[in-house]
């Protein structure tokens, strides 16, 4: 009978991440599932726990005991957008607390041998949300036939898993344990792990092995490619293996709620997974919330629909212009309005593509001088005024504050608004000739037309472009903004079809000694001042081109030497050194950052902190806040 427990909380060092408090549980059988129960169609809730579940200490973390039901109502702009479940939702081997600290959350514990060897310790009987076993095997289904099949991963496993270029030895003891072990350290394991995008190196097995050419029954397999319409296993393999995108209802899951709504478009409702592996100090199996509904609406009918009150928990689709209206319809919607921080390093960022496909452009946008023009020549305090009343912190793209390497000096570096020094680095350049409009001419006599592409998501965006326009007529620059969705814009950048786009900054604006660089060195093509870098470093050179300017030399060995370095103060010397160069070579020009975050929390939703970041990395958004603890009131 399940009575007693061991709680594996607390964090760690380098050396191990184990902390132990003995809890008292008596598992309590909700309502939602309990008709199953009493059909015998579901194990009673004492079975379905496992022998070690999580018990996250709520007074402690200042939140409340909650009572199980309801349904949370959200939005969402795309049905794509139903993985943000799976961020939301952040049941992770290992994630973040509040603190930002990497704590145990599958994993019952997980040791740590000098970011070298990574001893991980499963909870025995613990189960996907089928009810099957979660175990080892699925670690190694994923290791051995998926992540190292050249049918299915043409590419290898995914890059994290390298360090210098090797795979570790991944050993499966017993089916509660796993172990990953490099020959130098990988520092970046456990926070790739706890990212709000996870890798999932697991997979059910047991779900997945029926769709694989090395299990499967060759005759049951071509029946099901037949059925599915295409023509090799890994496709089908492949298609139904998408534990991110969760637009899959029959695909087993380990997070707080699974898909219940097949092939929906415009309402999609998840339902609480009777096997989820945590439970309140009370025994109340967690998540609080039975079910959440979440709608597909226009991008531009957020604010209004939230304002109306048809929403519990919003946050995505809303930006700081949005406060006002939200706060207008608090009393007859319900709601309250909270504004939380943003953990961006930039609300607003021109990035010039220094991999453009035009020569002569190409050749201007990597003149250091031409950068730091273009953002010497933007009025921030006027758009502050104007989109943020003030609010929002003016300067160009760094590090937030609550970032050990935050500088003051790099957040005001060509930042301030220097008509005359913008005018005279660009006359520096050569660039004197000008046409009859006064527009400045390139070396091939093309006026300097700079064409920035928007995802023509944010209305805060264009807003912000139309006092850039203006600002950089007196240097003898048009700006011509082009509004595309936000799949057309991504595929531009990449094919350095784009000249100039505009997206937020760096998701995480609080790195730590433990961040990984790769989003500050020339590695991702996510990072639109150099896609095709980026690309030549994910694709390991079979796409892309490699770095060929010195700063951006200099980021790709700094990123290495972090990869490979020993200590905490080794990778903090390296990551303010990568920090400065961005500073300096204003690859990304900022435009300003710490606008808040409008939350639209329900009068009846418990548990929402009033007070926090709104942050993709670290974070996930809401996940870092455990979505599976908030509860009604009713």
């Known amino acids: 009978m399940f009575k007693k427990t061991l709680l594996a909380a607390v964090i760690g060092a380098a050396t191990g991440m184990v902390a132990t408090v003995a809890v008292a549980l008596d598992p309590i059988e909700g309502a939602f599932w309990k008709q199953e129960v009493d059909a015998g169609n579901l194990p009673p809730v004492t079975e379905r726990l496992p022998s070690v579940p999580l018990v996250p200490d709520l007074e402690l973390r200042g939140r409340k005991l909650g009572t199980p039901g309801g349904t949370m109502r959200t939005m969402v702009t795309r049905a794509k957008d139903v993985r943000q479940m799976v961020v939301y939702g952040y049941a992770r081997l290992v994630g973040y607390n509040e603190r930002y600290e990497i704590v ?40 051995e036939d998926v992540a190292t099949n050249e049918f299915l991963s043409p590419s290898g496993p995914i890059d ?12 499966f003891p017993d089916e509660h344990t796993v172990i990953y072990e490099w020959h130098k350290p990988n520092p970046q394991f456990l926070q790739k792990l706890a990212e709000a995008r996870p890798p999932f190196i697991y997979r059910p097995a047991h779900f997945l ?50 898909l219940a709504t097949k092939d929906g478009k415009s309402r999609f409702l998840f339902v609480r997974n009777p096997y989820y592996h945590r439970v309140d100090p009370n025994g109340v199996q967690l998540p609080y919330i039975d079910v ?12 209004a629909k939230a304002n109306a009150g048809e929403v519990d928990l919003q946050a995505r689709g809303l930006d700081f212009k949005d406060t006002a209206i939200l706060k207008k319809g608090e009393n007859s919607g319900n709601y309250k309005t909270f504004l939380w921080g943003n953990g961006t390093a930039s609300q607003i960022a021109i990035y010039p593509n220094l991999n453009y496909n035009d020569d002569n452009w190409r050749e201007t946008l990597r003149d250091v001088r031409f950068r730091r023009a273009l953002s010497l020549g933007i009025n921030r305090k006027i758009i502050n005024k104007g989109l943020y009343f003030g609010l929002a912190k003016e300067g160009g793209m760094t590090v937030l504050p609550i970032s050990p390497f935050y500088r003051e000096e790099n957040r005001k570096a060509w930042a301030a608004y220097d008509v005359d ?3 005279a680095l660009l006359d520096e350049m050569g660039l004197t000739e000008r046409d009859k409009n006064g527009t400045r001419l390139l070396p091939d006599g ?27 007529k007196d240097l003898g ?12 814009l991504r595929n531009r950048v990449y094919a350095g079809e784009s000249m100039a786009a505009v997206w937020f900054g760096w998701d995480n ?33 079979d796409s892309g081109e490699p770095p060929d300017m010195g700063p951006a030399i200099r980021l790709n060995d700094l990123a290495h030497k972090w990869a490979s370095a020993f200590s905490a103060v080794e990778r903090g010397t390296i990551w303010q050194e990568m920090v400065d160069i961005h500073a300096e070579n204003v690859f990304a020009i900022g435009v300003l950052n710490g606008a808040p975050q409008p939350v639209v929390v329900s009068n009846r939703l418990r548990n929402v902190p009033e007070k926090a970041i709104w942050a993709w990395s670290p974070g996930a958004h809401f996940g870092v806040y455990r979505v599976d603890e908030f509860y009604f009131a009713e």
């Open 477 to 488: 620059i048009k700006l011509l903004m082009r509004p595309l969705e936000r799949d057309i």
């Open 160 to 171: 994290f898993m390298r360090v210098e270029g090797q795979l570790p030895t991944v050993s």
């Open 292 to 303: 959440v509904e979440m709608q597909v609406v226009a991008p531009g009918l957020v604010a």
């Open 104 to 143: 145990p959350d599958i994993l019952q514990s997980l040791d740590n041998e000098n970011d070298i060897k990574f001893t991980m310790h499963l909870r025995p009987g613990h189960k996907w949300s089928d009810g099957h076993p979660f175990t080892s095997e699925d670690f190694r289904y994923w290791w």
């Open 421 to 423: 020094q913008a005018n």
């Open 209 to 258: 092995k029926p769709l694989h050419a090395d299990y499967a029954d060759e005759e049951t397999l071509s029946e099901a490619l037949y059925e599915a319409r295409v023509r090799s296993w890994a496709a089908l393999h492949n298609r139904s293996d998408n534990m991110y995108k969760f637009d899959n209802p029959d695909l087993p899951t380990l997070q707080p709620w699974m």
């Open 446 to 472: 093309r006026p300097l037309w700079i064409v920035v592409e928007t995802a023509g998501e944010r209305q805060e965006v264009e807003s912000a472009l139309q006092i850039v326009i203006d600002n950089w």
């Open 509 to 541: 604006g609080l790195p730590q000694s433990y961040t990984s660089p790769d989003y500050v060195a020339p590695w991702q093509q996510e990072f639109f001042a150099w896609p095709k870098w980026g690309q030549y470093h994910q694709t390991s050179g």
